[in-house]
């Protein structure tokens, strides 16, 4: 009996450390839009932009440097990542305990509810959303984003093991390719604002059809790269072309005219990024790194069909019943 206490202990914490793993990414995430909004309480209105532009330049600096020096550091050894990543934690507690409260950092007398109570409502309100956004009619828009959020989900946390498979790549190697990944995030936002404005012309669903085609196609080719520097080149038109559709999912949500569907596209892809990473998982253990290239690429190839066989005929017989209406 007492030697099976050592077990259960392991087994114990095994299981918290599997329920930890997805969930404090999630909530180490979070930190980024409160340092924004820290930012915004303790700046001038009128120089909110100014901060902003340099909070979103050394967001970028972050993600590019930090993956990089953690591949340096991998190679000598893990105790050293979990130092720096350590010390930077504790950098970062000193500071924000140095800034001073203010009004809007006291709690709240009148809202009693729990965070349970809250976070209850907010399902309560996304599910009467959701019936409220005729999605008998709508399911291929609510369709497109799950399928949309699931392969980028996979391909972006996942890319490592096309790395390791392709080219065996060293934990340096993964670094400055994370970096390099990166940068062209943080340059393909600024290019997704900038090209709407020279587009506005076209149609959001066209251009959201071309926008999938391009990412699926250069997916497709990044996985199967025979040789490092394609993956490297294929990086370009994949984040260049997800950053434009990310910028595009407000709009496509309003084509309909229905303000609940509107309000369900971020719950959209908030139930994609939790479901799909699960599915993945089962799949992965019986297929291995295989399981990277299907939940890559087979959701956009089945969104483009979804496209072309009921978004788009949704739309002409939309047209033809106004038509109609008309005469």
């Given at each position: 009996m007492?030697?099976s ?10 299981l ?7 969930v404090l990414?999630?909530?180490?995430n979070q930190?980024?839009n409160?340092?924004?909004d ?23 600096l ?11 550091l ?5 105790l050293?990542?979990g ?6 934690t ?13 009004t ?16 209850w409502?907010n399902v ?8 409220k ?6 399911w291929?828009i ?42 062209l995030?943080?340059a ?38 025979p ?15 997800t ?20 309000k ?17 998982g ?11 290239i ?13 496209i ?20």
């Amino acid at each position: 009996m007492d030697a099976s206490k050592p077990i259960f202990k392991l087994e114990v914490i095994t299981l918290l450390v599997k329920f930890l793993k997805p969930v404090l990414p999630c909530i180490i995430n979070q930190s980024q839009n409160l340092c924004k909004d820290l930012l915004l309480k303790n700046t001038p209105k009128d120089e909110h932009d100014y901060f902003l532009t340099r909070f979103s330049i050394l967001s970028a600096l972050g993600f590019i440097i930090g993956p990089f020096i953690s591949g340096s550091l991998f190679s000598i050894g893990f105790l050293y990542v979990g130092l720096l990543a350590a010390a930077l934690t504790l950098a970062n507690i000193f500071l924000i305990k140095s800034i001073p409260k203010g009004t809007d950092d006291l709690p709240p007398q009148l809202d009693e509810r729990s965070f349970v109570e809250k976070s209850w409502e907010n399902v309560i309100d996304t599910v009467d959303n959701f019936k409220k956004s005729d999605y008998k009619k709508n399911w291929d828009i609510i369709a497109i984003k799950y399928l949309y959020i699931s392969s980028i989900t996979i391909f972006f946390s996942k890319f490592t093991q096309i790395l390791k498979h392709n080219f065996d790549a060293t934990p340096f190697v993964i670094g400055y390719t994370s970096s390099y990944m990166s940068s062209l995030t943080f340059a393909g936002t600024y290019f997704a604002t900038n090209i709407k404005d020279h587009i506005s012309n076209y149609s959001v669903l066209t251009l959201t059809e071309y926008a999938l085609v391009v990412a699926g196609t250069t997916q497709l080719l990044a996985c199967y790269s025979p040789v490092y520097n394609l993956y490297a080149i294929m990086c370009i038109p994949i984040i260049f072309s997800t950053s434009f559709i990310n910028s595009m999912w407000k709009d496509l949500f309003s084509i309909r005219g229905n303000e609940s569907l509107k309000k369900v596209n971020s719950s959209v892809g908030i139930l994609s990024g939790l479901t799909i990473p699960l599915i993945f998982g089962i799949v992965c253990n019986t297929i291995g790194h295989h399981a990277v290239i299907i939940f890559s690429v087979i959701p956009i190839i089945v969104s483009l069909f979804v496209i072309n066989k009921y978004t788009k005929q949704y739309k002409l017989v939309e047209q033809e019943n106004k038509k109609s209406k008309d005469e």
